[in-house]
């Protein structure tokens, strides 16, 4: 299995600044793809940013320039979010795909995520 943790959520005033990270663990092959999501009040969860292990990265329009997506290793990856609005008010997931390897020893893709970490932004 595969086990994401996120931590890093808080409450901060509008116009500051957070950092999520999010630590993989598990019988884990490779990691393709790590990205994060969220899900504000009463709406449905929606993509943030995402980072493939070359390193090639991906934004939502309402973020870029204010957040940055980095991958430490293999395993982690942090979000920077900066110029904090109220509207980034949300749950934000670590989400991971790749390959990992299955009690019999085969190989399988995972699509995996985090329980999920809390950030309001309000003054």
């Known amino acids: 299995q595969v086990q994401l943790v996120e931590s890093g959520g808080d409450l901060v005033q509008p116009g500051g600044s957070l950092r999520l990270s999010c630590a993989a663990s598990g019988t884990i092959f490779s990691i393709n793809t790590m990205g994060w999501y969220r899900q504000p009040p009463g709406k449905q969860r929606e993509l943030v940013a995402t980072i493939t292990s070359g390193g090639s990265t991906n934004y939502a329009d309402s973020v870029k320039g204010r957040f940055t997506i980095a991958r430490d290793n293999a395993k982690n990856t942090d979000l920077h979010l900066n110029s904090l609005k109220p509207e980034d008010t949300a749950v934000y997931y670590c989400?991971?795909?790749?390959?990992?390897?299955?009690?019999?020893?085969?190989?399988?893709?995972?699509?995996?995520w985090g329980q999920g970490t809390q950030v309001t932004v309000s003054s």
């Open positions: 989400n991971a795909r790749g390959a990992r390897m299955d009690s019999t020893g085969r190989y399988r893709t995972f699509d995996a």
